[in-house]
């Protein structure tokens, strides 16, 4: 069974900066696309930032200039670092990723979600 494990959110004031941290693991034996998603109350979840088995990145507009997203192969890990975070900012931040595992007898590709990190920013 794979899961993806998200940690780092928490509360901070505007202008300050925060870094998540997904880890994945299980049966894996590949993992192609990683990235960041968020949610806010009443709002649609919405991409923050994605980065492909290449390292080639892709970030919302709202994030361009202010974050940063990184992969460590060898931990099966995501990185997003965060910075100048305003309130608007505040939502629960998902972590996603398509994985190759084994699934019994069987490799199966698959989409995975985190179970999410709340991210709250103070005016």
């Known amino acids: 069974q794979v899961q993806l494990v998200e940690s780092g959110g928490g509360l901070v004031q505007t202008g300050e900066s925060l870094r998540l941290s997904c880890t994945a693991s299980g049966s894996i034996l590949s993992i192609n696309d990683m990235g960041w998603y968020r949610q806010a109350p009443g709002k649609q979840r919405e991409l923050v930032a994605r980065i492909t088995s290449g390292g080639s990145t892709n970030y919302a507009d709202s994030w361009k200039g202010r974050s940063i997203i990184s992969k460590d192969n060898a931990k099966a890990a995501v990185l997003l670092q965060m910075n100048s975070l305003k309130p608007e900012d505040t939502a629960v931040y998902y972590c996603?990723?398509?994985?190759?595992?084994?699934?019994?007898?069987?490799?199966?590709?698959?989409?995975?979600w985190g179970q999410g990190t709340q991210v709250t920013v103070s005016p």
């Open positions: 996603n990723a398509e994985i190759l595992a084994m699934r019994g007898s069987y490799a199966d590709r698959k989409t995975y």
